[in-house]
């Protein structure tokens, strides 16, 4: 069954340092969406991400945040400058059409030290 | 904007014992409802969703939900609980023309022998 990939499954950086966090969305789907989970807290909305453009954004997803589809298969996060807040676990999910379900990848736990 | 409250972090029950859990939701307009769960160190997994074509919704491993317009609940359960069933489980609603998914704060489902 195909599935959401994400790389690296754990990721360890400075403050400050840029990271770049990848997911592999299954091939047919067209709506692309990044989520995140501080420890203990609920998963929130980054980003979504449809014909090659953001389609909407959350107020958590600023300027330090930026997403690409490079090459037609991956899905990146990319965050320029970390920050301690933003340690936290990164799901990528993706979906063939807008109202079916969306299909998340097992994350990326993103440290910040 | 959407909000989805979920009654109790924890729930512990016996092996063989009912499962509720409680999803309450805000909109006003029914929405598409879902439910995921969290296995340890692993991504959300879809256990069922509501889309307005039954009050009923059956799910995998034996889970179903029942969606109830008057009390803008709909809670998750399942006649006997298993030991495999010990994740976190969250209750998520729909939201906006690309159908973010905002998620409730979680409960973790504790099953003792």
């Known amino acids: 069954e195909p599935e959401v990939t994400q790389t690296p499954s754990h990721q360890v950086t400075q403050m400050g340092q840029e990271v770049i966090l990848r997911c592999v969305p299954i091939s047919n789907h067209l709506y692309f969406y990044w989520y995140r989970q501080i420890l203990g807290q609920k998963v929130e909305f980054l980003v979504s991400f449809y014909n090659n453009e953001i389609s909407e954004k959350s107020e958590i997803f600023d300027d330090q945040f930026s997403v690409e589809r490079p090459d037609g298969s991956n899905f990146t996060l990319k965050i320029r400058s970390t920050k301690l807040e933003d340690s936290a676990m990164y799901f990528c999910a993706s979906t063939r059409q807008v109202q079916e379900t969306q299909y998340f990848g097992p994350g990326t736990r993103l440290l910040v030290l | 904007a959407q909000s989805v409250t979920q009654l109790g972090s924890h729930v512990s029950v016996s092996e063989g014992a009912l499962v509720l859990l409680r999803c309450n939701y805000s909109?006003?307009?029914?929405?598409?409802l879902f439910w995921y769960v969290q296995y340890p160190n692993q991504g959300l997994q879809l256990l069922l969703k509501?889309?307005?074509?039954?009050?009923l919704v059956k799910g995998i491993n034996g889970f179903e939900a029942e969606f109830k317009k008057s009390e803008t609940s709909f809670h998750l359960t399942k006649p006997s609980a298993h030991m495999s069933d010990a994740a976190e489980y969250f209750c998520?609603?729909?939201?906006?023309?690309?159908?973010?998914?905002?998620f409730g704060t979680g409960t973790r489902l504790l099953v003792s022998p």
């Open positions: 998520a609603v729909s939201e906006g023309s690309f159908q973010k998914l905002v």
């Open positions: 509501y889309t307005s074509a039954a009050t």
């Open positions: 909109s006003s307009v029914p929405p598409y």
